[in-house]
């Protein structure tokens, strides 16, 4: 999946789960999350969940920060990175089960 | 932050002496002693403060209704100015009292409900109001090892208070006594949210207090013979994480203390949020906090 699919997936969850009245080409990557369209930080622990259905990924305690939830850029970089690291945990897991 | 019209009110003294020589007096002096001239200052307060006295004797009218007699409710607002101030002189001694002695006075009740609704693994909620022992609760989670934090305001919200009370002695307040020992989260901050949900995910505490409106997200509800708002954003985590909703109450002191886990609450399923918010789940935790009230109406705090 390229980082736009991720981006645009993203988009389409703070729509639907914020139940937001607004064109998607109206998010910005870079602009605050905390700041964008009303979002406050109850919002951000509903976009949290939405993101975790939509790409069947956990987002472990630990990575839930302000520098990852930063902008949609960020969350981008990190939805990517997470679904990478999820596929490879995965394939290792299927390669020891045939062993 | 709100402004009043005062520029200086004689609370503004009072607080002054708490804050800054009780304060120090209470470092050197004994447990024992301190906590005899906390019962003086909460004598002399109680015989000052006639008109906080009035005010909590019309709020306590509204709440118990006529079965109440004035004497019964004359003795309670005393009782309540008491209480508070000697919750507050507990503050400053708090943390020179050991975990065992501590522990000692206490008597916490219905903690399977607590464990297991830990059990579930979402994280926990526990919900509760200003009650005197709120910081019993806090040092006994901590003793007991179950990581947890508070949900509070960063600045105080008195319409009452002065200008100095407001600009100086409130912020003073919360930098030497409320944020002492364990760092409370305030719902000010950008981050609350992650932070809420990150100790939920770790199946760690959060304590919300339901009696201040402090959340963006408020709903009007009927509460003890009068409307107050709510905090409902708490909710919407709930319906979003699936956490545990724990009612608890904490009132007394270091001296003595008791600690009561309720059952976690069946909250009403919903198709949505927001029905989720307003399908009665509020009210039926605004029921359980008056409940808690009108069982120990002097050890609310914000009466």
């Not at chain 2, 008195?158 to 100086?168: C, F, K, L, Q, V």
């Amino acid at each position: 999946m390229s980082i736009e699919d991720v981006k645009d997936r993203i988009v389409e969850v703070m729509i639907r789960e914020l139940e937001l009245t607004i064109n998607p080409d109206d998010v910005h990557g870079t602009g605050r999350l905390d700041d964008m369209f009303g979002m406050d930080s109850i919002a951000i622990t509903e976009l949290i969940i939405g993101i975790e259905k939509e790409f069947n990924i956990k987002i472990p305690a630990e990575d839930l920060t302000v520098e990852i939830f930063q902008d949609l850029e960020t969350l981008t970089e990190y939805v990517k990175k997470r679904l990478h690291d999820e596929t490879t945990m995965y394939i290792e897991g299927q390669d020891k089960t045939q062993c | 932050m709100t402004t009043s019209d005062r520029f200086f009110s004689l609370r503004d003294i009072g607080i002054f002496f708490y804050l800054v020589p009780f304060r120090m007096a209470a470092s050197v002096l004994p447990i024992g002693a301190t906590r005899f001239l906390g019962l003086l200052m909460g004598y002399i307060y109680s015989a000052l403060a006639y008109k906080r006295k009035r005010r909590i004797q019309q709020r306590l009218r509204t709440a118990l209704g006529n079965s109440t007699t004035n004497d019964e409710i004359r003795e309670l607002s005393r009782r309540c100015l008491l209480n508070a101030v000697a919750c507050h002189v507990d503050a400053l001694i708090l943390n020179r009292i050991g975990t065992k002695e501590l522990l000692g006075n206490g008597k916490v009740s219905g903690l399977e409900h607590f464990k297991n609704a830990l059990l579930r693994g979402k994280g926990v909620l526990l919900v509760t109001g200003h009650f005197t022992g709120i910081k019993m609760v806090s040092r006994f989670l901590h003793e007991s090892g179950y990581p947890h934090f508070g949900i509070v305001k960063r600045h105080a919200d008195d319409p009452g208070a002065s200008w100095i009370e407001n600009r100086y002695l409130s912020q003073y307040w919360a930098k030497v006594i409320d944020r002492t020992g364990h760092a409370p989260v305030f719902v000010e901050d950008k981050d609350v949210g992650l932070r809420i949900m990150k100790r939920l995910r770790e199946n760690g505490i959060v304590i919300i207090f339901i009696d201040v409106p402090f959340s963006q997200h408020l709903l009007t509800r009927p509460f003890l013979g009068a409307e107050q708002a709510f905090p409902v954003g708490f909710l919407r985590i709930v319906y979003a994480t699936g956490a545990a909703v724990v009612p608890m109450v904490g009132i007394g002191n270091s001296s003595a203390f008791t600690i009561c886990f309720e059952e976690a609450v069946n909250l009403r399923e919903a198709a949505g949020k927001d029905e989720f918010v307003a399908k009665k789940n509020i009210d039926i935790l605004v029921k359980i906090l008056e409940s808690q009230i009108l069982r120990e109406p002097s050890h609310w705090l914000l009466i």
